[in-house]
């Protein structure tokens, strides 16, 4: 199956790319690989949420986090179509997560499964990476989550 067909068979759809928010390129594809810059949970254009993740009052839920990971990974692989051309035969070689945490949530791997997962559910046996997840003081634009990825390319 290709992966446009499991995109749509998992109703999901690449999004637009989002513009850079600084002096970088969203994505830069070398030889065979393309790395994508730090993608945000964008969802048309805007974050759903902000702030850092925890539990409490006033944090983002770790669950909600977990979803907004799988979007930057969505967006993510909408930055790799965008100077491959396509995403068939492309395998996921690294993921790199940051969670913007509160000083006492050490639960930022089961976040990053967000972007994990899906990327393994589109891809299956391709979507299968190395992954370090990274628990930071504070993301751009305040966002909880952002995520990077490495993939390489088809010959």
Do not use: W
């Amino acid at each position: 199956m290709s992966i446009e067909s499991r995109l749509a068979e998992l109703g999901l759809t690449l999004p637009d790319v989002a513009a850079p928010v600084a002096a970088y390129q969203p994505a830069v594809r070398s030889g065979r690989y393309v790395y994508t810059a730090g993608q945000l949970p964008f969802v048309d254009g805007a974050l759903p949420t902000t702030g850092k993740v925890g539990a409490g009052d006033g944090l983002v839920d770790p669950a909600d986090a977990t979803e907004l990971a799988g979007i930057c990974a969505l967006n993510a692989l909408a930055a790799v179509h965008s100077v491959a051309g396509t995403l068939e035969g492309a395998r996921i070689v690294k993921v790199t997560g940051f969670v913007a945490s509160d000083p006492s949530f050490t639960g930022q791997p089961a976040v990053l499964n967000g972007a994990s997962e899906l990327l393994g559910t589109i891809f299956g046996d391709a979507g299968t990476h190395a992954r370090s997840a990274v628990g930071v003081a504070v993301l751009p634009l305040d966002a909880p989550v952002e995520v990077e990825l490495i993939v390489e390319l088809a010959d």
